[in-house]
């Protein structure tokens, strides 16, 4: 504990003879270059969950030694359905939505439909058997979202949810 007090004294020490002096400061705009401050990247928007408003759907997650799938691996369904991931083998699994997929327009609402989402477009981790996670598809627009277990990636775990 000495040897840490010592350690944290002697740190600020330097940083404080590092400060610099007590030289004026000039501004002459002809001196130095204008750097343009970076921005950050432009907010999703806002939006509220939708609720399930339709039919519940369910897809199993599965590894075994058949491979790591989905099942079924296609899914059409409805504007409003619901979709119910469970955790049956091989996980940890977890489900992701592939961002270039998803349209400009319905990312902030499938984003709000995603309940504990620890990140963009994904479900947290499920770990044990008949642990299920369920994404409401209300408002979101028609087209084909490409879907994937990101610890099996590699192996090929991804699905088509296609809304009409």
């Known amino acids: 504990m000495r040897f840490n007090g010592i350690a944290l004294f002697a740190s600020a020490a330097l940083l404080a003879a590092c400060g610099g002096g007590s030289e004026t400061k000039t501004t002459d705009s002809a001196a130095a270059p204008a750097v343009e401050t970076p921005t950050a990247a432009p907010a999703m928007g806002t939006a509220t969950a ?13 590894g075994d030694d058949k491979g790591y799938r989905f099942d079924p691996v296609s ?19 977890n489900i992701a939505f592939d961002a ?7 990312k902030a609402q499938l984003q709000a439909n995603m309940p504990n989402s620890p990140g963009e477009f994904s479900s947290p981790m499920m770990m044990n058997a008949n ?16 879907l994937i277990c990101t610890p099996h990636l590699a192996m090929g775990m991804k699905m088509d949810l296609i809304v009409q």
């Open 75 to 93: 899914l059409t369904v409805k504007a409003g359905d619901g979709v119910n991931f469970v955790m049956v083998s091989g996980g940890p699994h």
């Open 131 to 146: 642990e299920a996670w369920q994404v409401s598809l209300g408002n979101i627009k028609p087209g084909t979202y490409t």
């Open 50 to 62: 939708a609720p399930v408003t339709g039919t519940v759907h369910t897809v199993n997650m599965v």
């Open 100 to 106: 270039a997929t998803v349209p400009e327009d319905q």
